[in-house]
């Protein structure tokens, strides 16, 4: 409790942190992510990560108005969203009718809700398998992003209830979209069920807006982790959705698709309760047939992103394996191996935990030399940037981002073991991860190949078919 001094214009003093633990044994910790001087430096960190976008200060203003220190000048639901930052066009509408004490019920149809005033006129190569007058309005919001919301709905003629994923009518969403689409007409050559993926139903046009219908699941691996704590599932639950998810890029590769953002926001439980779980793979907005990707495609999530990726080679389903290797990892830890949000950052993880990449490999990056520097006369010819370097050159400030950080792979074993505690397997596991997150891609595991490690003991189910 803070000290008071009544002879003090402020009469309260915080306690030193000396002083609180000489009165109570506790050492304070350090654990913030970020330090602000102040709330108004928020802005500064999301252009810093996002880069500059419309509403980061009123987003700020805002923050700092429900963030008040004193309860009663906090700002009200109301006040919220009278608040110059949601834009009234595209703000959701609440039903504030509904009896205190009750959840405040989400009442908003397509026609009213996800923005979008640029009017866009789409041509589909494929035709719409239904309409959304045989759907009630939306039940639940699922997610949201760049491409517009994922809303819960229900199917008027089957009273079930679907998961539908509203694409904005920008022209880049609609062309995503159509590309989308593109990729999920290729997939329906597998099922669903035997692939671990998502099942679609179609789309249809909502005005200008393109809306992709398929099934509801249950969470994603993100929160399932999040539930236990980020302590790390044992390895007797991982093992089967970690066969799973290489059963699906396994499909996925039969038909030439490489999925492209492979991580566990992307990755849906289908019934939490189920032992052992289902998964399946969701999100197939940034995948392509593996003959057509190429430097310019990589956009996909930086912390998943492979070596080859992040410097602009050609890549093919390996950078999905390395994906699958960081999520294999983050669901024996419960916490990501490389949470990095820029490339730079990206790099440095992986080079200080598993080295760099081969010079040969290097050689054909289209952007290994915004990271590293050539001499010829070395024998390691390319040397990785220093963080006051890329500063100076680009005017980034690297950051620590790491929840854990590996001087080599083979240090999993012991995190696994301080988390979890000793489990059969672990070793095994480590030998495992080690082969997907080859730094070459030639050189990593192929799906066929690891499902016949060792790691995977043909008596326990996998639960893929």
């Avoid at 220190?69 to 834009?87: G, K, M, W, Y």
């Avoid at 396994?250 to 698709?257: D, Q, T």
């Avoid at 197939?284 to 070596?307: I, R």
Wanted: aromatic share 10%.
């Amino acid at each position: 409790m803070p000290s008071s001094y009544n002879y003090k214009q402020q009469r309260w003093t915080f306690k030193t942190e000396q002083q609180f633990q000489y009165e109570t044994g506790y050492e304070s910790l350090e654990t913030r992510y970020l330090k602000l001087a102040h709330l108004d430096e928020l802005e500064q960190i999301m252009m810093l990560r996002r880069g500059p976008e419309d509403g980061q200060r009123l987003f700020v203003s805002l923050i700092k108005q429900m963030l008040a220190l004193d309860a009663n000048q906090r700002i009200t639901p109301s006040e919220v969203l009278r608040h110059p930052f949601f834009d009234p066009k595209s703000s959701l509408c609440i039903d504030t009718s509904s009896t205190r004490g009750q959840n405040p019920k989400i009442n908003y149809s397509f026609q009213n809700s996800v923005e979008f005033s640029q009017q866009v006129h789409i041509n589909m190569s494929a035709s719409p398998s239904f309409n959304s007058d045989e759907l009630k309005i939306v039940e639940a919001l699922l997610g949201e992003g760049g491409f517009g919301i994922v809303a819960k709905c229900r199917d008027t003629k089957t009273n079930q209830a679907i998961a539908i994923k509203v694409n904005k009518s920008r022209p880049d969403v609609q062309q995503e979209a159509k590309l989308e689409i593109f990729i999920l007409e290729q997939l329906r050559q597998l099922d669903p069920d035997a692939a671990n993926i998502v099942k679609w139903d179609g789309f249809f046009h909502d005005g200008e807006r393109v809306c992709l219908k398929f099934e509801l699941l249950d969470q994603c691996l993100w929160d399932y982790i999040r539930d236990r704590n980020k302590q790390g599932l044992p390895i007797s639950e991982f093992r089967p959705i970690l066969g799973q998810l290489t059963n699906a890029l396994s499909h996925l590769g039969s038909v030439g698709i490489v999925h492209a953002d492979l991580k566990p926001g992307n990755i849906m439980v289908v019934n939490r309760h189920e032992s052992p779980v289902k998964v399946r793979l969701i999100d197939f907005g940034l995948a392509c047939p593996a003959s057509a990707v190429n430097p310019s495609d990589c956009v996909g999530t930086v912390g998943y992103s492979a070596p080859e990726v992040m410097l602009g080679l050609p890549y093919n389903e390996a950078s999905d394996m390395w994906s699958l290797g960081l999520v294999a990892v983050e669901l024996a830890t419960g916490v990501p191996l490389y949470p990095a949000e820029n490339e730079y950052d990206c790099l440095k993880f992986i080079i200080e935990t598993q080295g760099q990449p081969p010079d040969h490999v290097l050689d054909s990056g289209v952007y290994t030399d915004d990271y590293f520097t050539e001499d010829n006369y070395k024998q390691q010819r390319w040397t990785f940037k220093t963080e006051q370097q890329f500063q100076y050159e680009t005017g980034y400030p690297s950051l620590e981002t790491r929840y854990i950080k590996l001087k080599r792979l083979d240090d999993l074993e012991q995190i696994m073991k301080v988390r979890r505690g000793p489990e059969d397997g672990q070793s095994l596991f480590v030998s495992l991860i080690k082969k997907m997150l080859a730094l070459d891609a030639h050189q990593r595991i192929t799906p066929s190949e690891v499902l016949r490690h060792p790691f995977f003991n043909p008596g326990l189910s996998m639960y893929c078919h």
